[in-house]
């Protein structure tokens, strides 16, 4: 059973940075996060769940969406099992819950229904 726990999420002004996590805590742990995708997506109130970035199995590619080019990087860490998200020159628009999701195959994808497993989410408040 797959099971991802997000954490790190909070109140920040803008500017600021936070870093999220996301660890896998199943008993297909080492599975899942070395031979699969990882992806976060977010849902701001009144909105729909938008993709932020995914990280290949091994880390060696990376894919963003606009909106968070060059302020978020996602990095992974397969020994440990965990995928982070370390968000720069957070802007209020960048208030929502955050996922971590694990996707079906080993490549990077923005599309959400290629994420098999999700997790519950971690709320991240800017303010201004």
């Known amino acids: 059973q797959v099971q991802l726990v997000e954490s790190g999420g909070g109140l920040v002004q803008a500017g600021g940075s936070l870093r999220l996590s996301c660890a896998d805590s199943g008993r297909t742990s080492g599975r899942t996060f070395s031979n699969n995708a990882m992806g976060w997506f977010r849902q701001a109130p009144g909105k729909e769940r938008e993709f932020v970035a995914s990280?290949?199995?091994?880390?060696?590619?990376?894919l963003y969406a606009d909106s968070v080019k060059g302020r978020f990087t996602i990095s992974r860490d397969n020994a440990k099992n965990t995928v982070s998200l370390q968000m720069n020159s957070l802007q209020p628009e960048d208030t929502a819950v955050y996922y971590c999701?694990?996707?079906?195959?080993?490549?990077?994808?923005?599309?959400?229904?290629?994420?098999?497993?999700w997790g519950q989410g971690t709320q991240v408040t800017v303010s201004s």
């Open positions: 999701a694990a996707g079906r195959s080993s490549s990077t994808t923005a599309s959400a229904q290629y994420y098999t497993y």
């Open positions: 990280i290949s199995w091994k880390g060696a590619s990376t």
